[in-house]
């Protein structure tokens, strides 16, 4: 096994910055190298964060997708070393709490299936099979859903789409379970016949079945607004399914079917003033209604990957390319040191219900705290960005 790159990914020095490759999202991908430390523990910290969390894993997609487009060893690195002290020597994961049975947890299964895949250590496959085994026990539905998490009782988010279905279908394609996919497909056509506004396209951020809760519908069980970071995790769990989907499954038409009617409106609700999108799709265009980061990145992956892999038509392709050029223009600025990258005007957080209750309403959205270098809007600009290197390298 190769040692890590420890120097690199505590400091890189201006000048190996300077020297990096110039296009934006190396030079964000080094930034986050940059500004990665390790603790006394051995755990890596990018800005203050660690831990075994969907917000750590959005940004170890993102690297591996970096990876994946430039074979840059360090960004395989880096997501080992920032997964590794997590791990027991067996593969366990040592801050897990299987009983609060949340989709979000799940999420960084993916980082471990991707470290299998290109290392072939069983203790990766090991941490990948406990959280297989998680879905086992996942609260559903009456029609099978799953629940979002064990605290949000019959409830479907978009979010989760992202959290569990990738994962799940990289697992049934990596270990031979085959039978798997047709649960896979099922959550998120379930989202696309409940979710998905018919005027519109456009899909809501939850559905509670019950239609107990104070947000739900009493006659739909649907959240008021349609959240724009909400149909992001909808439109990249889409693409990251069908990348592992089998190609002779009956309702693979069905699912490319779901991306082209998500792609369709996300295309439909981009400016054609900035090439972006607003917080709130279904929200007034006034400046409340902030454009925001995460969802246009993972907006323009979805786009993007969806167009190279044949699965949505390649004027698809211009939305794309349209939406990161003003990504780079809005919300990516040098920091303060002059030393890196940094990604403003991501949401912080959403959600729906709790303590303190969060309405889901057009007014709770924009309310929201906006922040800078945020791991979710820093993942999907990652993600983003692998397909834009991967667009690159063809047209050279």
Not at 206 to 223: F, I, P, R, V, Y
């Amino acid at each position: 096994m190769r040692k890590y790159l420890a120097p690199c990914l505590a400091v890189l020095s201006a000048t190996a910055l300077a020297a990096a490759p110039v296009s934006t999202p190396r030079q964000m991908a080094d930034t986050v190298l940059a500004e990665t430390q390790s603790e006394a523990s051995g755990r890596m910290l990018y800005r203050g964060s660690t831990g075994w969390k969907y917000e750590v894993g959005t940004l170890l997609d993102g690297m591996a997708a970096m990876y994946q487009a430039t074979r840059d060893p360090r960004y395989l690195e880096y997501v080992r070393a920032t997964v590794d002290p997590l791990l027991t020597g067996h593969g366990e994961v040592k801050e897990f709490k299987p009983e609060a049975h949340s989709l979000d947890d799940l999420e960084m299964g993916r980082a471990a299936l991707f470290l299998y895949g290109e290392t072939h250590d069983k203790r990766y496959a090991a941490t990948a099979q406990a959280m297989r085994m998680e879905l086992e026990t996942q609260p559903r539905l009456e029609n099978g859903g799953f629940w979002h998490k064990q605290i949000y009782p019959n409830q479907m988010w978009l979010d989760g789409a992202y959290m569990a279905e990738p994962f799940y279908a990289a697992y049934a394609k990596m270990f031979g379970e085959e039978k798997d996919f047709s649960d896979i497909v099922h959550q998120l056509l379930l989202m696309d016949e409940h979710m998905r506004d018919p005027k519109t396209g456009l899909l809501f951020h939850g559905w509670d079945e019950s239609k107990q809760m104070a947000w739900a519908n009493k006659t739909t069980g649907l959240s008021p607004e349609v959240w724009a970071r909400a149909m992001g995790w909808y439109a990249m769990a889409l693409v990251d399914v069908l990348e592992w989907f089998p190609r002779d499954h009956p309702q693979r038409v069905a699912l490319i079917g779901a991306l082209n009617r998500t792609a369709a409106a996300i295309v439909a609700t981009q400016s054609s003033r900035s090439g972006l999108w607003r917080d709130v799709l279904t929200g007034p265009d006034e400046p409340a209604n902030f454009e925001e980061s995460s969802a246009a990145c993972m907006f323009v992956y979805a786009m993007a990957k969806g167009s190279r892999l044949g699965w949505i038509e390649p004027r698809y392709k211009s939305a794309a390319l349209l939406g990161w050029k003003e990504i780079e223009r809005a919300f990516v600025k040098p920091m303060a040191d002059g030393k890196g990258l940094q990604l403003e005007g991501t949401v912080a957080v959403s959600g729906l219900g709790g303590k303190p209750y969060r309405s889901g309403t057009y007014e709770y959205y924009i309310h929201e705290k906006v922040v800078t270098n945020d791991l979710k809007g820093l993942g999907a600009f990652l993600l983003a960005g692998s397909e834009m290197e991967r667009l690159s390298r063809a047209t050279k």
